[in-house]
């Protein structure tokens, strides 16, 4: 179908990387991943490296489920039964965690427990497993402001300055559409799709970019105003969040059946890939690319990368996977860290937070996640993952 083209020309200035390519890059992260489960034990790595190696922590931050989604990607791909010990280790700290409702207060409990305990429900197909799917659902949509039809990123849902979600939320928001399946109740699919909505009518603005953040009038629950947290100012575009909403759309369209927001995705794609520079890997900021001294932010590609793997399995027609092949192939060659025995992370040149001087220049455990979600996409496309 016409509308259905690539917003983007395929002859980008990058050779497709092959399924052979994948297989050997996800052997070695896999032997990579081994390392690091012998250091950490029982601990859980650090959101970012420092100095290319990662800090041990208790199950205490935002990042967590991408160690231990890792785990489950190298398990699938392998089928060592290693991968299976740290795993089922890591589900009984996500448990625990849940059960103390240690560090909780936030709207990233999909960025947990849908890379943990959903996983593992879809590959292992434990009932005993479903009671913490939900029992996260539960305390997500916790976080829901009926009045405004959105759930508030983080903070106490009664102070006012902290009223607002983030373009982050939408990868969020498969843990309650799964909820929903398992258990039978609407509301936790009901709850997403207006959340999906309200940040769909105003996190874009007219040329296809993003805000970061969104603000509501506690009072009423109007849209009051845009503005960023990560980015480089209020009016630029952070190129992790806009690389989120190139994921977060069409997770939507397979959690729903249905693609909506078509010509908008395609507008956000647009803004993203034209303002690449001339190695793929964009700047954190997208504002900036040209500025050879801008870090590079390769997490954001990862995620775009798997949004237009997403996107595919909707519309083959567009071939989209032949412009994430090439996009993967620039990313490999300029962040793989597979090749460097000292550095910890499986993807260099990532940015945490540019603006608190975080993870400049160092790996960071979503972009390792999304990498090796955007590898294993291409070695095996028949794989449904574990958002959905």
Known sequence: MKEHQPFISASLPFPAITPEQCR???????RQLTRNAERFGDKFPSACTSDNRYVLKENNDWTNGFWTGMQMIAWEFSGESTYLGVIERNIASFRARLTAHHVLDHHDIGFLYSLSAVAYWKLTGSD??????TAAADLLIRRFHDNAGFIQAWGKLSDPQEHRLIIDSL????????????????????VAERHYLTVINNIFRAD??????????????????????????????WARGQAWAILGIPLNWSATGK????????????????????DGV???????????????DSSALAIAICGLLEAHKHLPDAHYDQIARQLLQALMTQASASNDSACEGLLKHGVYAYALGK????????????YMEALYR???????????
């Open 208 to 237: 296809g970019s993003t805000f970061h953040t969104f603000y509501f009038d506690p009072a009423n629950g109007q849209p009051a105003y845009g503005k960023t947290f990560q980015g480089y100012s209020d009016q630029s575009c």
């Open 128 to 133: 005993a497993i479903k009671p913490l799917i």
């Open 282 to 296: 964009p700047t954190w900021d997208l504002i900036l690319v040209g500025q050879d001294d801008a870090p590079k």
């Open 171 to 190: 990868i969020n928001l498969p843990l309650l559409h799964v909820a929903a399946s398992i258990s039978g109740k609407k509301h936790y699919s009901e």
């Open 259 to 278: 693609i909506q927001h078509y010509a908008l995705w395609q507008k956000a794609c647009d803004y993203f890939f034209h303002h690449l520079p001339a």
């Open 359 to 370: 993870g400049i220049n160092e790996c960071n455990l979503w972009g390792d996640y999304f």
């Open 378 to 388: 291409l070695y095996h496309p028949q794989w449904s993952g574990y958002w959905i």
């Open 24 to 30: 050997d890059e996800l052997n070695a992260i896999g």
